[in-house]
């Protein structure tokens, strides 16, 4: 007889990577956390623990089976210094996105989309940012170093410039960030209010649009596994109800982050973000 | 002097046996849990913990004090084959509505239902369910087996036949399953929408109901100590409403499954579980 | 060289006794908690984690360095006899208000809020009590003990009388105890149904108030890390507005109590705790 | 039918108490420890857990259903004052001794000692006592208290004066504490050494002995799940030998305490304490 | 560009199949625990947590580099009825005996490895087992049930007779099983004490060997993550030179099994598991 | 009256700067672990619980409050490239040796010992290094960084070329770091063998010395909670043996390393790492 070695992937991410649309990566990065890490164990948990679902969602009427996904594990990054780890994941990004797929990131430690953005802005110079998140992210700086997680919209910023990063369910930053929002973000606070007409806005510029979902944007009752949990932030449906509808947008790359699993030993968090990705690919897969 | 043993009830169920209307007992069986056992300690956790609660209901204004309920402690099942299981639950549910007397079951893993479903079936023929549930359980088989926790309402549907299984707050399952469901029972998703048509339905056939709440149908952020939670479930007062209403129906037996006490170190899952044995015993006591 | 001790301190609390308006101290103390555990560990924890928050609230537009507050630490309560630890917390509650600063206390158990509420008596002898808790605490007795969680407002009732303690959230208590509440003190179930108009009346007679925030009045979702956690409680938002709007009355004494940090090995609880203790304080601040 | 109730009993202690030689039972009190609570769920976590365990011993070839144990279930004792939990357990011992049986206690910190040794006192004034324990336990006070867990053996001198208090493992006190026990007590460091001198000695005064296990004597690599774990403790084997040597004295009660069980998720401090406890019975009753 | 699918592997073992002399299989069964389940998470957690050790090992002076081992994840075992678990094991077990190759197995529960000892027994009939283990699992039912992980034992001397079974560190059993082994096995208590002896007289007989470490031999102190720990056991340094002994004889096939990794929170149990297994494929590799 | 700001110390740390002679300085870093982060926690834990610990060592007949001792608290060190935290390190450390003052510091991962080395090299450069430790510590390089955990002590022999770095515990390493110890280092395997001929080696040459403590050179029984643990460790007497020995030496700057508190929900690592700590300065003080 002969055996198979033991390939272990994402639940129904079946396909093989010439024939996949959506290519999933994980980019098990924490390096930079302050409050405590953790969101490197993030990729492998869901991965493993996404065999506990189905492939059919009933919100949506679709089953991972009639999409085509690759799961490409996760890469090997260097834990010290940020620069080489956003490197290689620029790396794999545009690698996926010069073959003409959806590149799909689970993190790690929110400072990762830096990465893919950079990668997504080669091929889409006119990229808008869709961001669900707690937390701002728009620090110059953060306990001296500028790559950092609490940091990684400002960079953005830098790169793509005003009103092009739109901000949902944020409470949580200092003065200084809300400022800097006011003048050069979208910032909406607290839950998706003013998604629609964040929708209408991007559907008229016809623009293509990175989505980020940082899971913290979540209460920290439905996902206390991550690496800042914030009182006061939306519900699963909530949620699911928006990245379906950033799902009408003309997504061109996305990723979920900071999941960080072993500060939930209930293990409900990674069970929660392996709903989010499962109904982010069957929302792709249906745009 | 002379001292007493040690007998141990969930709270204020001091009753004897034969003055008793209600008669709890516990099936701690997790043998085809899939994805995460620990539901076989569910009724001893209940039990001990139930001694953190009061005996006093705020919200029915009613009190253990004022009803009588005999707790006959957990079956023991064997470990490995789940037929003898299911006889022996069947045989203990059997015994107590000979008696005239109310059988209240906590598992257990939701396949518990099966063996009390039979005996009720025995009494009541046109007996009809209903099911507070995150999952359709109506797998014709799982893994190769036929009785298994996610078969167990398509068994208790080879047994009523159609129409009689009602389900509510149903998020997950295959898309047979689903389908399977639009043909053979009365499915509702998500919450408890669609519930006061089913009350007054069963009203007007003045039918026996088996009341079976699989805990699961809470969120994941009120009962993460569950084998499978979902996101998107229902919040602690709308299952407590819904237990109440169901209760002004003819419910001649009842059981409540699926609570995993270990995977919640918070304990707050298995204080919830008996919150709501605690006010499912008082609507029966009322009604 | 020379290098300084090690100060610790909640968030952004570093001015100088002298120059404070408020004054935070913990009160660890548990020895009467009956179910489990824990609160002692409180302050300490609601210290340590406070340097995970922002200094600066959206909620409220204002920052902790706009406004002055010392930190002074732990009480070093003897475990045992609870009547001594009263006197010390006595004590130190007088002891800020004779300099006419605003004492605010993190416990420790519910029982701590006896000590600081006689202390404030003595200054202002028509105080009224604002208290948020899931549980009435109006047993005359609990286990042979008047001294205990379970009968601390019961105790206040003793020194201020009828119709000033003001109770919201209540979801749990004795028949006797919600008897009592009828007779004795303004008792709202559930959630903050009925603040407005307790606004109303205490604005109206210009009352002092001391306010009182057992942390467990909000849902076990939400802070799991609380010695007797009752399904069915409110949400963060919820708690928020209310602390908000009673800090328009004239709070001159305040404690938040409760929190046992060790039950939540997510530490989504202390950081709740923690967010609480911020908005108390710039609510405190800007009144 | 009819039903029996639900009996839970330490495993294999199924005698009634008129026909038991040793009664066993449980004093759930933790309320004067300091450093961390929790062995006031030691007795219930000992009953339950020994369900886990065989009857037989390999070590003593001897089996429990050879001898005959009552287990009269825990105590209710009141937290808050020590003094009255002493009295409790004082009655419970003293009744069993009266009936000319073997009290077994199961704690609870250590201070619940203190009760059960006056009652042994008043039938043999005699009396010594044989101590396995990480700490001297000879403080004058503790945090301005004299009843608590760090005095306990303190106040046993008072009562038995010099020399009759045997101490082994010890290896945490003060300095103060060790002066104490080189002019009144008989105090061996670390281990067992000297414990053959002190059988010898105490066969020739043919003295009646309290035997009393401070787990903590156990290395915390052994029994991590104790209220103050001391580095640097004895292995099982080693425990083993001692407790079945120490009963081929005269030992007329006994006592095994300082089990906290939820400091050790394992689980395996309370089934290493269920067979101290197993093993304490078997050797007990061979003697 | 391409990627490639994510294999996952225990350390080291990147052999092809074809080229493998060791095949490293999973079987993650656990059905019949009846104390507390999870070892059926044993196989991934010591493939995952694997890649936190070295491949070269200092105590034998040699790498998994140099060794040639396939793993071929983990077989998809039914849960509920053991028999057809067993046939799915029993399968694996000889097509890799069948290919001349040597078959390791990490389980799951102990009964697992009758699938195995089956499949060894078809090509070498004269067969001895030497087993090292905390329990004689030489009961002839448990709980009803034949197959069973306390029967295990009992279950191969039904198929190999008298004097064919060494067992090592057994320290937990009825007084029955104790019988039996005298009769039928050769038993030695709680260490490794006879080994020498056991060795040569396999040498003597040049007898094809099947070697099985239950995990649970190892102390609780060294290896909690089981489930049903025993106090006593051996060290580690005691079991890694007993299974270097033991690869001395003719070994054909091995099993590492009880492994239950969630039981044991620091995560130590499988990082020493892990080792157990690395340093018996380079004994076996060496031999 | 007016009150104290919250001073927190390690135990019996009493002194102010000028008056100590030992002073403690926790580095909270742990960016480079690969493995499983969190010792960044250690330096608080170890401050903590240290209170749960006596000043008087029954070992040493010496008690803290003998000697003078300065806690300094933990350096605020960034996150990220590890080079600044360095520079950090070393600065306070040889502020602390330019003041005629013993530094000790308490880490964080390993390679923090980096920049004390660095500073103390400066004042004796015939530095030698005392390293108990599991692992080798000898990598060149790890994932592409030369600044990691697992190179700190090439990059310190970097530093102080051949025969300077003495090893003891060492039981984990690619055979590459072995061979480059037997060329370049004094090895030790396991244990503390060879100690004896190390201190007379160094004693002849009167040499400066820095002791490096690796927590995980004990057994994972004794202290699970770290990075990495490894099998087949030290005992915790062991240690303190070799502890105590090592300070008959000329040692002139120390530190204590690797404890990952929330690694071990049972907290005995975080005691165990205290009473080294405490043993540490109590030997430092005498000699």
Redesign the interface.
């Known amino acids: 007889?002969?055996?198979?070695?033991?390939?272990?992937?994402f639940l129904g991410c079946t396909a093989?990577?010439?024939e996949a649309d959506i290519?999933l990566f994980g980019a098990p990065f924490?390096?930079?956390?302050?409050?405590?890490?953790?969101t490197?164990f993030g990729p492998?948990a869901v991965?493993?623990d996404s065999?506990?679902?189905?492939?059919?969602s009933?919100?949506q009427d679709a089953?991972l089976d009639e999409i085509s996904v690759?799961?490409?594990?996760?890469l090997?990054l260097?834990?010290?210094?940020?620069e080489?780890a956003l490197r290689d994941i620029e790396r794999r990004a545009a690698?996926i996105i010069?073959?003409g797929k959806f590149p799909l990131m689970v993190g790690g430690e929110h400072l990762v989309t830096l990465g893919a953005v950079r990668a997504a802005l080669k091929t889409w110079p006119d990229l808008h940012i869709v961001q669900f998140d707690a937390h701002t992210d728009l620090r110059d700086e953060y306990?001296?170093?500028g790559?950092?997680h609490a940091c990684v919209m400002r960079r953005c910023h830098d790169l793509v410039g005003d009103g092009r990063i739109h901000q949902f369910c944020?409470?949580?930053?200092?003065?200084e960030e809300?400022s800097f929002a006011v003048e050069h973000t979208d910032l909406h606070?607290y839950d998706f209010a003013g998604m629609q007409e964040m929708i209408q806005f991007l559907w008229a510029l016809d623009s293509p649009v990175y989505l980020t979902v940082d899971l913290d944007c979540l209460?920290?009752?439905?996902l206390?596994?991550t690496g800042?949990?914030?009182?006061?932030g939306v519900t699963?449906?909530q949620l699911?109800e928006a990245v379906i509808r950033a799902c009408s947008l003309q997504v061109v790359a996305a990723d979920v982050t900071e999941l960080a699993p072993e500060?939930?030993?209930?293990?409900?968090s990674t069970?929660?973000a392996c709903?989010v990705v499962r109904e982010l690919m069957l929302a792709l897969g249906q745009s």
């Not at 260097?78 to 940020?82: K, L, M, V």
């Not at 944020?170 to 003065?175: A, F, Q, Y």
């Open positions: 007889m002969t055996l198979e070695p033991n390939v272990e992937t093989g990577y010439d290519v924490d390096s930079t956390t302050s409050f405590r890490p953790g490197r492998a991965r493993r065999q506990g679902l189905e492939t059919y009933p919100y089953d690759f799961d490409s594990g996760d090997e260097s834990f010290g210094s940020p080489p690698g010069g073959d306990l001296g170093a790559l950092s944020i409470r949580s930053g200092t003065r809300f606070r209460d920290p009752s439905v206390p596994g800042t949990p914030e009182a006061g699963f449906p699911l500060n939930d030993p209930s293990g409900v069970l929660t709903k």
